[in-house]
């Protein structure tokens, strides 16, 4: 039966692996983001499309080396959610 705490589990649960597969992206993206600014600030250029790229380039190679990690967790977790389906509505 679907109780009031299982909804909350499952929705802790999706918040965490929301926040847990997002925070390498966007970590890598805000460290990115401060060099290409301390580069700006620096040599005084003031272009802002100068921060796309290399933003770009670092998400790419980020989810390169991330990404089956993520992918695992994401699987994990779903597999969890729909193998706890029969327990719940039973």
């Keep these: 039966m679907m109780t009031p705490e299982t ?3 499952i929705v802790e649960q999706a918040l965490e ?3 847990m597969v997002s925070a390498p992206l ?4 805000l460290v990115t983001g401060l060099l290409v600014s301390l580069f700006q600030a620096a ?3 003031n272009e802002m499309t100068l921060s796309f790229i290399p ?12 990404g089956p990690w993520m992918i695992n967790l ?3 977790y779903m597999h ?9 509505i039973g």
């Design 55 to 66: 933003k770009l380039l670092v998400l790419v190679v980020v989810l390169m080396v991330a």
């Design 43 to 45: 040599t005084q250029i």
């Design 7 to 9: 909804v909350l589990t």
């Design 74 to 76: 994401m699987v994990d």
């Design 80 to 88: 969890r959610l729909f193998s706890g389906i029969p327990g719940a």
């Design 17 to 19: 692996i929301g926040v």
């Design 26 to 29: 966007l970590g890598a993206a």
